[in-house]
Structures are given as C-alpha cells and as structure tokens.
C-alpha cells in the first residue's frame, strides 16, 4: 500500500463506514433520524461552549462560525454513529490544540490492542506488548513501524494516530508494515481482546455516566506505570505517572529525597495531571517562590506560581522525559531548565502544554446521550516568554533507545542519569527499575 500522511482531516473521506470496522463481521449501525438529530445537537453545543470557554478571542485565526456550518454539512453526510463522531471531533482537530478534544459516548464495546507504540526521536516502535495476546505472538519491542493501516507514522501525526484508531475509533484487526531490529521486513495483523461495556444510548443522569472518568479506565487498561520510588546507592529515583492530587504522597517523597544527594524524576510517558501538584512539587525544588508559566487567556489571570517549601530538596536533580511527557511534566522540565536547577536528559517531550476545562453534557430527553468535550481556557508563556504548545521542551541530552535496547528491555538514559548523578547503573540495570504494567481488559 502506498504511505500516506496521516491527520484527522484526511481520514474523513473514509469514515463512512469501513474504517472503525474493518474485518468486523456485522456491519457498522446506522442512524435513524433521532440519532442524527442527537448529532447535530452535539456539534452545535460543542460549537457553543467553545465560542463562549476558549481562551482566544480571534479562535486562532480561524472562522469559527464558518468551520462549523462546514462540519454540519459534513455531518449530514454521515450514516452511521462512528462517522458522525469522526466529523465531531475533526471539527476541534483543525484548531491544533492539544487540549481541545472531543470525548465521544461510551461505546458498547471497548478493545485493547494488546501493545504499545511510541515515537522515539523521528521513528515509531513497539515499545511494550501485553502477554497472552495476539500482539505478543506477533510484536516485539524494538520492531519499528514503517506504516500503520497503510499510513506513514510521523512526529507531527503520532497524536491523531493514536487518538482516532485507539481513542475514538478502535479497531477490531489492526494492519502493521514492521522492520525488526535485524532490519528484516514483514506485515502482520493484529486482533484486538474486547469486551462488552454500557451501550452509547444510556438512559439516567450525569453522575451515573462519568466520561472523564471513563476515559482514564480506558487508557490505564492500555497501559500503565504506577508512582514508585527505588533507592539505590546515593540516588533515589522516582518514577511520577502522573501529577495525581495528593500533597501527602508528594511530601513522603521529598522526606526520602533529602536523604540523598542525587534525585532523579522520570517523567517518561507521564501525561501531567493536577497544577497544584506541579506547583507544590516545584515548590520542594527551591528555596524561593518560582513562576512557572504566565497563564494568557480571555480574562486576566493570576500566573502561576510555585511558592517554596520550607524545607526544599537541594540534592542534584536529573530529570528524564520522552515523546510522551506532556503538559505538566513538559512545565516541570523546562523549568528545571531555565531556573538552572538541573539537567534534562532523553527525547523531546510531547509539547502538549495547555489549561484546559473538561465539560460534560447530554443530549435527548427520555434516551440521553452523555459526552465530552475538553476546552484550551489557557496558553502557557514560560519565564523566557515562548509557549512550548506544539513545540515541546528540546533535553539538554537527547539520549534514545536503540531498536535493539528496546528489544533488550535496556533503557540508556536512566543509566546516563545515574552516571551524572555519580553512580554506576547500567542500561540493564535501569530497564529492570520500573516495570510495565498491564491493566486486565
């Protein structure tokens, strides 16, 4: 199959019907007039609460009015369910914002494809693959992926990738075009483990039909790492998941922290998460108040700001992220960086960095559809006054995985940090440090 670009726009001439399920034995739903009225409604309140919650006035150069009455129409060409969702969320595609999105009903099914994939510096790979799948008898970690369904996978496209075939449209068989770490060449197709979940139509009230939360499950049931510290030697290294909201778990951390000299965070893959956790995490790396970013949105905005602990780390900090690292791990980095408080080592974080609301709401009256829509209320200037949207945050070191590290389950970077941290650790000692957990389907 030819390459292809792959972004959200181009993928609409095919979301008719085939795409979401392909090979799938029954064909796709298709709407009855009530479902379509469901869906315009949709994209008009969606069109409503961005015009009235986004934090640019001018909608970034775009006509917002305009685009809508484009993506209606496009909606009236859809038939089934999936394909309207598609033109929903391609609306809030074109703006570029990593934190405008739409969060579809649940549907009746949800599916786990059984691996991972990453970019890592300007190529993708499996990085990680769940035993007793099909994934595993097929994947390995180190295979890179040349094409996915028949599209070229770049820095640029990874997001829409990942959110159109793993977030809003699943796939039953994925197709993947591999080189293994030997250089040998082959396509496989990979079967997805599902199971049966709520069905799209539910009839109740909001609190039963929590999409944010849902959205988490369903990524912690892809994959996952979980907060955990090691001490070894004269460093502790702590692996941050996430910025979850518990001061108390921060400040046990930072009691281990003052024990040792060295202290390195990895942030790899950590998605962000909660400001007052970055604020009250920053707040331990100085001994006075910090500005982290300017917020800049409709109204004026109080920036935001670290205020220092009483009792601050003053070890060495070495901090690790990767394509992954989005949003408040990207701010924690670039201000270790330019407060000069330590060192960045791995690959260019995801450039994901946005405040953003998440608001959920239905449709219907008897028969209620409930979805989501997240809302960009504020850019993010740091101290040098660039925002790193769309850019992400460049490590001092850029320091990446070899298809065959990967294969090898060895991880160089933490062993570079070791070694500025003064310590030996070598990359097969650091691969064993934090495991990769899978969540049961």
Not at 207 to 231: G, I, M, P
Not at 308 to 316: Q, R
Request: charged share 25%; hydrophobic share 40%; aromatic share 8%.
């Amino acid at each position: 199959m030819r390459p292809r670009t792959l972004c959200l726009a181009l993928l609409l001439p095919l979301l008719g019907s085939t795409v979401p399920y392909l090979r799938a034995q029954k064909a796709p739903p298709k709407m009855d007039s009530s479902e379509r009225g469901r869906m315009d409604d949709i994209l008009r309140e969606i069109w409503k609460s961005v015009k009235k919650n986004y934090y640019d006035s001018t909608f970034r150069g775009i006509d917002i009015d305009a685009r809508y009455r484009e993506y209606s129409a496009k909606l009236d060409q859809a038939t089934t369910p999936s394909a309207a969702f598609h033109s929903i969320a391609a609306f809030l595609s074109g703006f570029h914002d990593s934190h405008l999105f739409f969060v579809p009903p649940n549907r009746n099914l949800r599916f786990d494809s059984g691996y991972r994939m990453e970019m890592v510096g300007e190529r993708c790979f499996v990085t990680q693959v769940k035993p007793r799948t099909d994934a595993f008898e097929k994947l390995h970690p180190g295979d890179e992926i040349a094409h996915f369904q028949g599209y070229t996978i770049n820095r640029d496209d990874f997001h829409d990738v990942d959110y159109f075939f793993h977030q809003l449209s699943p796939l039953p068989v994925e197709q993947l075009d591999l080189f293994a770490p030997g250089g040998e060449r082959r396509t496989v197709e990979v079967k997805s483990a599902y199971r049966e979940v709520k069905r799209i139509l539910v009839v109740g009230d909001a609190e039963n039909n929590d999409l944010w939360d849902e959205l988490r499950e369903s990524q912690a049931n892809q994959h996952r790492y979980e907060d955990r510290t090691v001490e070894v030697d004269k460093v502790l290294y702590w692996k941050m998941a996430g910025f979850r909201d518990d001061s108390d778990a921060l400040d046990a951390i930072f009691d281990k922290a003052r024990h040792h000299p060295a202290l390195i965070i990895d942030l790899r893959d950590n998605p962000g998460g909660s400001v007052d956790t970055l604020e009250h995490l920053v707040g331990h790396l100085f001994d006075h108040d910090v500005k982290i970013a300017e917020r800049v949105s409709r109204k004026p905005a109080k920036p935001m700001v670290a205020k220092a602990n009483s009792k601050p780390y003053t070890g060495k900090v070495i901090v690790l992220i990767n394509s992954r690292s989005a949003s408040g791990s990207e701010l924690l980095a670039r201000v270790v960086q330019l407060e000069h408080r330590g060192t960045v080592i791995g690959d260019t974080s995801a450039g994901a960095v946005m405040e953003s609301h998440f608001f959920q709401d239905s449709v219907g009256l008897e028969t209620k559809v409930f979805y989501g829509v997240s809302i960009t209320d504020a850019n993010l200037l740091m101290a040098d006054g660039k925002s790193i949207e769309e850019v992400g945050v460049s490590p001092d070191e850029k320091v990446l995985p070899s298809a065959k590290d990967l294969a090898n389950d060895l991880d160089p970077a933490m062993s570079r940090a070791a070694e500025l941290a003064g310590v030996t650790l070598t990359a097969a000692e650091a691969g064993k440090l934090f495991p990769y957990l899978w969540a049961n389907l």
